[in-house]
């Protein structure tokens, strides 16, 4: 099989040695750069989707240190995505890049698995999580029965609240997964009523009915089986635009109990407490990666956070953790402000196979962290009127936008793209473009990548339809432009589910429990159930 020269800075491995390399138990960071409808349609078991058009701006957050060892694939076509991103990756100080030969197209043939749909270890750590500690669950159609007789049972959502608003089981209250170790007891006050843990589909229904029966709440706990998926499967009714949730003040006099009870379950699963001292001394280490998570709601990060820390709501970070890390054998060290709700997500990340611990000052230590950064290019910005006068004159117009936001309304005229493809546009050089972006960042990347095509005059504009019809540009729309071939940005299997389609959402289910069957022994030995 031909494969074109290994990027500058990188050298090519083959499957079998990276196979080896993802369980020799050394760091390393397998980076799917493709775009994310093509990571979620296939990928490998460990990959984290660092798409190659977000490479830069996602890249320090994911992988910090500049000598880790980096992994980069693509699908081994002619896109050459990959060879694209080491050379990106070399530029930016990233010194230790390989690049996978042949891509997934090669693993697969070697005889290696891959996998559709996204946050793959984490929900295969559910479903075997289920298997190991018989979580109790309850169907559908005999929660609704039980809400019609009145039963006494309350329904806790553990999805943040921008999910629970687009559909919930009715009378359910919003309490992330994240959060139930602190706000659980005020929303259940009596020990016999009936608590029911829901999420979209399996995952976080298990792991919060789980976190509740692990903390030794003596109320009667299940999942709901498949979630609002299962729900709406039986034909029963789901609410839209729910805005019930948990109430933000915890009394000060039962936070000691709260978190010496979080504190006993951590000790159970073996999770570290470690102090200011050692977390800085592991800050200062060029030989390991060490992540700060913290796991408050995002009210209280956005009132100020530990320097270099990134926003990973505790129910998220077990639910996709490689939307946060992608560095496999890093140190994490997760922490809230009252040690409540870190040790428990600790206790969950412990099993998943991380070495993660617990901040005992929490967001009051006093850390020096010198975070690394990228400076992002600087772009000409444009005004929605200043669009206007460039098409007028001339200029090409490139819509860098989600390709469904592009199909829904776009500029006439303007020609949908994506970075790792502007290629193929073919632009002039000798006419200005205007990027249309909905990130600034994005656009700045991507003008990068325009400028070492040959066209220098480029110019971003961050609008809206909205603004752009206001300033006198027409719009249009075209629900099959991009086809869906086209749109490598968007995954259809997982998003059609959620839109009124049932056989999406038997394939998603269907998919979800099947992972756990896909999964080979060095991947199921990654995970560290308890013994017994």
Known sequence: ?????????????????????????????????????????????????????????????????????????????????????????????????????????QWQQDGYAAFAGVNVPSKTFGELAEEVFHTPRIGARELAERQRRGDDLIVLDGRPFTEYQKMSIPGGICCPNGELALRAHTLVKDPGTTIVVNCAGRTRSIIGAQTLINLGVPNPVYALENGTQGWYLEDLQLEHGASRRYDDGVAPDELPTLAARSAQLAERHGVPMVDVGAVQAWLRDETRSTFLCDVRSAEEFAQGSLPGAQHTPGGQLVQATDQYLAVRGARIVVFDAEGVRAPVVASWLRQMGWDACVLKEGVRAELRNDAPAIDTPIVPALSDAGVAAALAQGAQAVDLRPGMRYRASHIVGARWSIRPRLDRLALDPARPVVLLAEDAAIAAWAMEDLTALGVTDVKVNTGTPAGWAAAGIALESTPAVPTDTECIDYLFFVHDRHDGNKAAARQYLSWETNLVKQIDERELAGYRFPAG
Do not use: C, N
């Not at 980076?31 to 349609?41: A, T």
């Not at 060892?69 to 990959?82: E, I, L, N, P, Q």
């Open 1 to 105: 099989m031909m494969h074109s020269t290994p990027a500058p800075g990188a050298a090519d491995i083959g499957s079998h040695t990276l196979k080896q390399w993802l369980h020799d138990g050394r760091e390393i960071a397998l980076l799917d750069v493709r775009e994310h409808g093509q990571y979620g349609e296939s990928h490998l078991f460990y990959a984290a989707p660092v798409p190659y058009s977000r490479l830069e701006i996602d890249i320090v957050r994911l992988a910090p240190r500049r000598d880790v060892r980096v992994v980069v694939y693509d699908d081994g076509g002619s896109d050459r995505t990959a060879e694209r991103a080491a050379r990106a990756l070399a530029k930016l100080g990233y010194r230790r890049v390989h690049r996978l030969a042949g891509g997934i197209a």
